[in-house]
């Protein structure tokens, strides 16, 4: 099975939902799975977390995809600057740069 890229899923969504006319739409449905997410985390439903967690990223997707954009390449490049940070651990298993 080929691997999708935010361009294959942004025609996807294009074909199924035809075209997106406001890209906070999509945000907008993203903050919604992503409440469906926290829900499946907070009941420890493993399998669920990963079906939300899927939902998210093809919005995600889509969203890059329509600005011409691919969001693994964009989750690369924000990594190379993430781990050239300076990291601030707050004690909890996040935290926050330094600059």
Do not use: Y
């Amino acid at each position: 099975m080929a691997r999708e890229t935010s361009a294959s899923i942004a025609a996807w969504g294009a074909e199924t939902f035809g075209p997106v006319a406001d890209f906070a739409v999509l945000t907008a449905r993203a903050r919604l799975e992503f409440d469906e997410l926290e829900a499946a985390v907070r009941a420890g439903d493993v399998e669920e977390i990963g079906k939300e967690a899927a939902d998210v990223m093809i919005l995600l997707h889509r969203l890059c995809g329509l600005i011409g954009a691919d969001l693994s390449e964009q989750v690369d490049q924000k990594m190379q600057i993430n781990r050239a940070r300076r990291w601030i651990k707050s004690g909890d298993g996040v935290g926050r740069h330094s600059d």
